[in-house]
């Protein structure tokens, strides 16, 4: 398969939160048309909404959205991944590229109920996928080529970055970007806190720990400097950061955001298995 996405046809199977944004964020950039992009959910009514807000065919029924379908999304919840896997096998070829973004699930799992020689992707997103500026880590099946990697490479470069791993990372991916993203806004929402105990509206103190968070990520993004020393320059003598930094500390902040990602890991581990 080509990595261009013009003229493909792809089947988003579980349109939900994850699925929905991908979706899209695809619509939006122009890299997918309505015509040529269908999905499915479980509930009747929910299919109905959405259709009406996307404008594109969205059903219940994955054997038949899975048909004439180039690439496949499968976006259900982890626990399903192996049961809608097994509906649409029957129906599928070699030609087309099943995509999961399902935490948790091997490409081990979803080849096992195919036909052979189906290629697999799995790649994990975040939710900042819907403004363009999500992280997603893509790894390659027994079966999928350089140039289907490439193809999902290319899909989601158009809602943020894109890293290639491989397999073995991909619960260390889910539980550092997948997951990421909430514990960057219990981070700013506390710092949030510090200025609204200081007195500011809690509107501007937002603003201030929002942009901060941001600036503070492009810098390292950017200037691909250490975060030590990016701190080390905010950090005066005997200035007011060190105080700070000293709290920080004795409240293990390190060692808990450190804690966090590993047991977040230990947990996507066992995800598609209930
Ligand atoms: N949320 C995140 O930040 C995130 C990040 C990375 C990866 N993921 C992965 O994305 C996947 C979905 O997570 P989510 O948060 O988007 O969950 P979600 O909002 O619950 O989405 C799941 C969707 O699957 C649909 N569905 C359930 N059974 C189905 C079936 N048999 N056939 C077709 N569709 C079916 C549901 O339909 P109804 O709407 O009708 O119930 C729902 O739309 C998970 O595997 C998760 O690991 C999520």
Known sequence: MGNDLTGKKVAFLGAGKMGGIILQALLKKGL???KSTCATVAHEERAKALAA????????????????????????????????????SGHLTSKQVIV???????????????????????????????????????????????????????MFDVVG????????????????SASGPAYIYI?????????????LPRDIATLLAAQTTMGAARVVLETGD????????????????????????EGKLRVTLIKAVVKAAQRAKELAYG
């Open 226 to 249: 250490h975060p030590a020393l990016l701190k080390d320059a905010v950090t005066t003598p005997a200035g007011c950061t060190i105080d700070a930094i000293m709290e920080l500390e």
């Open 187 to 199: 981070i700013l929402e506390s710092l949030a806190e510090g200025g609204v105990k200081l007195g």
């Open 32 to 34: 997918l048309s309505a």
């Open 100 to 154: 999961s973004v399902a935490a948790s699930v091997p490409t081990s799992m979803i080849e096992k109920n195919l036909p052979p020689n189906i290629p697999v992707i799995r790649a994990m997103p975040n939710t900042p996928c819907q403004l363009g500026a999500g992280m997603t880590a893509i790894c390659k099946g027994s079966h999928a080529s350089a140039e289907d990697v490439a193809m999902t490479c290319r």
């Open 161 to 176: 970055r894109t890293v290639v791993v491989d397999e073995k990372h991909m619960d260390a991916v889910t539980a550092l």
């Open 53 to 88: 807000k996307l404008k594109v065919k969205v059903g219940t029924n994955n054997v038949e959205a899975v048909k004439g379908a180039d690439i496949i999304v499968i976006g259900v919840k982890p626990q399903v991944v192996e049961e809608v896997v097994r509906e649409i």
